[in-house]
Every structure is written in C-alpha cells, then in structure tokens.
C-alpha cells in the first residue's frame, strides 16, 4: 500500500507563495494520475488540481487556475503544488492522492496545512 506524506505548509500573508510536496513510499506513483485536494474547516474536501502519470496534461480548479501548478518527479516519487498569489480563501489542509477520477484512493496522508493571513 502507498504510504503518503505530504509537506511544505505553513502561515504565509495574502499575496505569498508556498511549494507543497507529496512524496510517496512502499510503491511507485509514477505510473497513476495524481492530485491535490484541500478541506477546510467545516468544509468537504475539494479539489484543487491533478496531473497525468507522465505529467504532461494538468487541469485545475477554477479558483486555483493560473495561480497554482502541478507538476510531478517521477524519479522522486513526488508530486509538488506551487502556490502563488495566496489568498485567505486558500486556507486548508493539503492533501495528495490519486486522481478523483479513478475509481480507487490510496490511504490517506495527514495533510499539511496552509494558513494565508489577510
């Protein structure tokens, strides 16, 4: 079973800019689609973006689009979100797993959190 850890949040102002990772263990990742989703508080957890296995087709949310890249190493087994021009609003947890179009999920990281002050 893929072991996820997720990395790289923390407390940044409006405006900042924040690079998550997600590097997986026990097995390869280089061959699924991933994604990042985010819940925050009182809300359901949500998607923010995914990539293909070989990283060459991204798609985002509209709320992240054009402030937020996907990329992956697959040679690292690392998937990573660069976050620009933060806002409030982007305040969650972060979490990596595969791609919500397919039909499984691997067990679930603990997240890391990302907290934009206004």
């Known amino acids: 079973q893929v072991q996820l850890v997720e990395s790289g949040g923390g407390l940044v102002q409006a405006g900042g800019s924040l690079r998550l990772s997600c590097t997986a263990s026990?097995?390869?990742?280089?061959?699924?689609?991933m994604a990042w989703l985010r819940q925050a508080p009182g809300k359901k957890r949500e998607f923010v973006a995914s990539?293909?296995?070989?990283?060459?087709?991204?798609s985002y949310d509209d709320s992240v689009k054009d402030r937020f890249t996907i990329s992956r190493d697959n040679a690292k087994n690392t998937v990573y979100l660069q976050m620009n021009s933060l806002k409030p609003e982007d305040t969650a947890v972060y979490y990596c797993?595969?791609?919500?179009?397919?039909?499984?999920?691997?067990?679930w990281g603990q997240g890391t959190q990302v907290t934009v002050s206004s």
């Open positions: 797993n595969l791609d919500p179009k397919h039909p499984y999920s691997f067990k």
């Open positions: 026990l097995h390869t990742i280089s061959t699924y689609p």
């Open positions: 990539i293909d296995w070989a990283g060459g087709s991204t």
